[in-house]
């Protein structure tokens, strides 16, 4: 069987709020260029020939070609205006792509994430419909309850990342679901049409920077890439 082609929508929605900063948290710096920019290259490293979305709200869109100018940045990739949630913005990046195909959805502030777990949630993807990203919690876990709180079992849980890797066809069907306060990721968008979700071992370097402490991680792991 032909293999479908790799798509990838980048989702950039983030401002500078918790990071204490006016520019965007996916415009930031580390180790001498954008944040999303280091996640871009993560996607095309893993494979030349992939399609990349990059989705960013309407009023960033001057700053980003600006940004890619200065920094001589070369890798192709077609840029979306997102919508009014992160629902709105997967929905209009995934109005570019036709056709069966693998699509990935990341965060475009996950620039760590390692291109044999991208490989692995495509594979899941391509065998089983969806691929999805997950680690195991480091610290033990309680349960808010009406009375106070209580200890739950830290093995039945899982921490949900991405890349999230579905089949285009699950994936456009997901998103003409009306949103929903429950859609916190496309696995939950995609597992409301009845699927079973595929969970994929990620990588507690692949985090999301969002707070000022993730900047200094972030320095901390560029500087041990070769």
């Known amino acids: 069987m032909a293999q479908l082609p790799e798509y990838a929508i980048i989702v950039a929605g983030g401002s500078g709020s918790r990071m204490q900063q006016s520019l965007p948290k996916q415009f930031i710096e580390v180790a001498g260029k954008p944040i999303l920019m280091h996640t871009i290259d993560k996607f095309y490293t893993y494979n030349p020939a992939i399609r990349l979305v990059v989705v960013l709200p309407e009023s960033q869109l001057d700053t980003w070609r600006e940004l890619c100018r200065e920094h001589a940045f070369k890798v192709f990739h077609m840029v979306v205006a997102g919508g ?5 913005s997967v929905k209009n990046g995934l109005d570019v792509i036709t056709g069966e195909a693998l699509v990935a959805v990341h965060d475009g502030v ?31 876990i309680r349960e808010v309850t009406e009375e106070g709180s209580m200890a739950v079992p830290r093995t039945k849980y899982k921490l949900v990342q991405t890349p999230q890797c579905f089949q285009a066809g699950i994936l456009r069907n997901a998103y003409e679901q ?11 968008v995609v597992e409301a049409l009845g699927e079973k ?8 370097r692949n985090i999301k ?5 993730d900047l200094i991680l972030a320095e901390a792991f560029a500087s041990q890439q070769v």
């Open 84 to 88: 009014a949630t992160r629902f709105g």
């Open 110 to 140: 996950r620039p760590f994430i390692e291109t044999t777990i991208i490989k692995a949630a495509y594979e899941a993807a391509a065998k089983y419909g969806n691929g999805v990203v997950a680690v195991a919690p480091k610290d033990s």
């Open 178 to 188: 009306p949103e929903q306060d429950f859609f916190t990721d496309d696995a939950s």
């Open 197 to 204: 979700i595929v969970l994929v071992e990620g990588s507690y």
């Open 209 to 213: 920077i969002t707070t000022p402490e």
